[in-house]
């Protein structure tokens, strides 16, 4: 048994993995191995003989069993110094920088962020619609209907049916006013909301493109007149700007609104260049009114009741002119050159506080 001892002992001792000292342990001590086997030759002995073999047999178990498990702890402790040793990372290296792959926010995109915050800061909160429009939306509900010489003007994209459908065309809105018309549905009266959003005209050129972008107004209480329309916008424009703005309103005319205005700032162009809240120029920026008796019917709104103000502006033109950007087209080429240089950082999300 001494022998038998030593070779397992010795077998054990050389195992240099998990799988060679699985090797040994099922020789020695596996339901088939030497000494199971002998322990089951115990039955066929005398008594005389098993008080000896017996207890034998069993400390030569326990002895191999104890060295399994003895090599075995060593062996996992091995393979954990080596992981621990190969995979070793010096934490105090610095950083891979990403400053080449990192993108930057579209002017387009700061300028609405800009806009949104300004307008929510003084109560105002943001309304969304579908670009696709039906026609109602975008012309009957305000008060532009069949034949109007404004659906002519507007080089709308029609979006046509197919032979035998003759439902009314959907259109790619033209404007954001649409989203008056649904927001007054959803949520009646009072109201304050502004409506950022993509508008689409069939036109290109230098100032013209055929997807831009709109901000649309609307305030609807009780008394709202046209003088908190001149307050809000001037203090829209000075926030904008940075500085105070002049606004100057000249009548005009829009079907959905009556009196209408259309908005001009202060402005100069000395020198070749277009400076805001300076000199004695004008620029036209948008256009407003008190909106039209037919358009708050529309929505589902008692125009005896209510009444109160709309207003529509380009948010491409305010970013050009607040960032200097002179080609509008300019806006929609993904040129990585062109983004690189007007684009902002991501962390530089407009706020009131951090500044605008
Ligand atoms: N929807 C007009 C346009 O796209 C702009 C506009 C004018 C909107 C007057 C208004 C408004 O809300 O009152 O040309």
Redesign the pocket.
Known sequence: MDDVKEKYLAQIAAAGTESALEEVRLAAVGKKGEVSLKMRELGKMSPEERQTAGPALNALKDAINEALAARKAALADAALEARLAGEWLDVTLPGRSRGAALGTIHPISQVWEEVTAIFADMGFTVAEGPQIETDWYNFDA?NIPDHHPARGEMDTFYMHRAEGDDRPPHVLR????PV?IRSMQDKGAPIRIICPGR?YRADYDQTHTPMFH?V???VIDRDTSMANLKWVLEEFFSAFFGRSVKTRFRASH?P??EP?AEVDIQCSFEGGTVKVGEGDGWLEV????M?HPHVLRSGGVDPDEWQG?????GIDRIAMLKYGIPDLRAFFDSDLRWLRHYGFSPLQVPTLYGGV
């Not at 033209?174 to 006013?177: F, N």
């Not at 948008?286 to 009114?289: A, K, Q, W």
């Not at 103000?309 to 502006?313: C, N, P």
């Open positions: 305000l033209t404007h954001t006013s008056q508008v709109q649309e107004g609307l829009f959905f609104t209408s948008l256009g407003s009114g909106v103000f709309a207003f529509g502006m």
